[in-house]
């Protein structure tokens, strides 16, 4: 009897100020599907909107992270529009999750293939174990990337390892993965959940105005289109803020601060 968990829909989960989406699909190493795009994009606007959440972590179910979108459902578009540019659908759930405010932490416990290998780029933090590797075979399947995708390799790895990535198209260990700065964190498989807790306990523990201004000015700056008028006001925000006059008095007091966003 097969003890497999059927195929779902990603799920979101919200523990306090921490919002956890799980990819449900374990038999097809969470290979994402048309209709799991559509929840994804749900998510990440209910995200933006809730400023009570302070962190996202994204997981997988199973022995993989996720094996990117189905390919064949691109191929149904392009057949169905045999002329001019097209949309990948993929692309803007990778974008919603870049954009997303708040941070984001990619818990990496096996395999990251296809466009999951962007996906997890997309996240700010990326801790995997021994078991994480990753296989990008575009070239091989003939697939030319989107371009949102190839300008995050290139911003987050640099071109050298972007072309090593597009052009070889060759399966990477934890360890290459690490080296090249695809993985901010290698732990024990056994250590991967405490250190994740970790970090979004330390992340959902931070000034909110703080966070969510400094991850936005360092992606703009990143992507080339920072906004400096928009950064002032954000800067005053947090000048302005009970959260600055409470992380100073705790400082002063030598306790933890209790930070309510605004």
């Known amino acids: 009897m097969s003890t497999e968990k059927p195929s779902q829909t990603p799920s979101l989960n919200v ?63 392009a057949g169905n529009a045999p002329s001019g540019p097209l949309d990948n659908p993929f692309e803007a759930v990778v974008e919603a999750v870049e954009r997303l405010p708040q941070p984001t932490i990619a818990r990496l416990h096996g395999g990251v293939y296809g466009g999951a290998t962007d996906l997890v780029l997309a996240c700010d933090l990326r801790i995997g174990t021994p078991a994480t590797e990753m296989f990008m075979p575009a070239a091989q399947l003939g697939l030319l990337y989107y371009p949102s995708g190839i300008r995050r390799f290139t911003e987050r790895l640099g071109a050298r390892y972007a072309k090593e990535l597009f052009l070889l198209g060759e399966k990477l260990d934890a360890a290459r993965m690490l080296r090249m700065g695809f ?17 979004t306990s330390r992340l959902c523990g931070q000034a909110p105005l703080a966070i969510r201004g400094a991850k936005h000015a360092i992606d703009a700056m990143a992507r080339g289109d920072f906004d400096l008028a928009a950064f002032k006001e954000r800067e005053a925000e947090t000048l302005r803020s009970a959260d600055l006059k409470e992380g100073v008095a705790a400082w002063t007091e030598k306790r933890a601060p209790n930070f309510q966003g605004r």
């Open 15 to 77: 523990e306090g100020y921490l919002a956890r989406i799980t990819l449900r699909r374990p038999a097809y190493a969470n290979r994402l599907e048309p209709e799991d795009l559509g929840v994804l994009l749900d998510f990440c606007a209910r995200l933006t909107a809730d400023r009570t959440i302070r962190a996202v972590m994204l997981e997988g179910e199973g022995r993989h992270f996720c094996s990117g979108y189905d390919i064949r459902h691109i191929m149904s578009i």
């Open 183 to 199: 993985l901010n964190e290698l732990v024990a498989e056994d250590e991967l959940d405490a250190r994740v807790a970790q970090l």
